[in-house]
């Protein structure tokens, strides 16, 4: 018999936007057990991108647990309740591809959603100001600050932010078949330098110009001769450009190779984000598509055809845009305003992308990636983000 979770999650902006954060609870509802809690400074934001943002959390920490849980989420948001059970129309586009990752997590036949009054919603509310808490002492939450007992009253949020909150709920509510929204104008001029994520995929391997596949569970390729020239020349065009504050690189070797190129030339360090790294091909490590064709094609219609199918003993993109999103999110909040080169593979690239966009997971079929090329997100302080570049090879010419 599947287990079942109840999850309650919550976020708050303290200035809507301002300094933002979320918390999240799984709890076991026969014994009313915290099983798991999760929460964590975002930076800026608005309130509902914090409370997706939230329920986010809530759902990968629940589906960590048991993947094939029942899940019922609890919320005083009564926008990202009526959202999520498919009654509004998500209007802004800030929400469009939270909610879409959310609907990624666990199936859908696997989750149900009700709304709470807020008092009923204090452990998240707590955690969620307890991240934003943390965030203002310049750190982030560790499930050592959660406090054993609730504070008098609940959670710290302002009367004026959770009127805020309530006032962008009611702008939201658009019952689904209603009008629909007008299309997002250019970004307001006051919102401050965004985040940009740069993302070069990693210089050429042996097994690049094949075309096989190479993941995370195959054999860790160095790069070739043709793959060091091409860090050599990425580096140089990026120090001829001078905009790039911290170098951060998928754990393989072909990335911290090229990671480590281009941060000796602009005199940073490289930091090891376990999330950046390859999506793990399973049986189809170092095969090409026609071998992959002819030795799984059951496995291959299945991927073709769904983000959440994997090949055998592999990942599915599902799941690589779980951990993606995750390093995408904490990335933001240590390096707010700044300038950040990923260094990492086609699939987290196509994923940022995808998810910047908000485009369905088919669309990682329908770009191209180059071996050392550009592509660059800008994540602004109001949750949007902009894709800036893609695939940029002039470097290389």
Known sequence: ????????????????????GYGAVVIDPETGQALAE??????????????????????????????EAEVRVRMDSKLVVEQMSGRWKIKHPDMRPLAAEARAVFPPEQV????????????????ANEAMDAGKAGRQWEPRDSRAELDAGGGARSAAARAADEAAEAAEAVPDGGPKAPPAGWAPADLGAPTTLVLLRHGETALTPQKRFSGSGGSDPELSGA????????????????????????????????????AARLGLD??????????DFGAWEGLSFAEVQERHPEDLAAWLG????????????????RRVALSRDKLLARYAGRTVLLVTHVTPV?????????APPESLFRMELSAASLSAVAYYTDGNASVRLLNETAHLR
Request: overall charge positive; hydrophobic content about 40%.
């Open 38 to 67: 999760a929460a964590e400074y975002i930076g800026t934001a608005t309130n509902n991108v914090a409370e997706y943002r939230g329920l986010l959390a809530g759902l990968r920490a629940a589906h960590a647990l048991d993947p």
């Open 1 to 20: 018999m599947a287990r079942t979770f109840i999850v309650e999650a919550d976020g708050g902006s303290r200035g809507n936007p301002g300094p933002a």
């Open 306 to 321: 769904s983000a959440r199918a994997a090949p055998t003993g592999g990942e599915s993109f599902a799941s690589v845009a």
């Open 112 to 127: 149900t959603y009700e709304w709470i009054p807020r008092e009923r919603n204090k452990h998240a509310d707590r955690l």
């Open 350 to 358: 196509k994923t940022l992308v995808r998810l910047a966009l908000g």
């Open 227 to 262: 793959g060091h020239r091409q860090a050599e020349a990425v580096a140089a065009a990026l120090a001829a450009r001078g905009t790039v504050q911290a170098v951060v690189s998928s754990p393989l070797k072909r990335c911290r190779q090229t990671a480590e190129t281009v």
């Open 270 to 279: 490289v930091r090891v984000d376990e999330g950046l790294r390859e999506t």
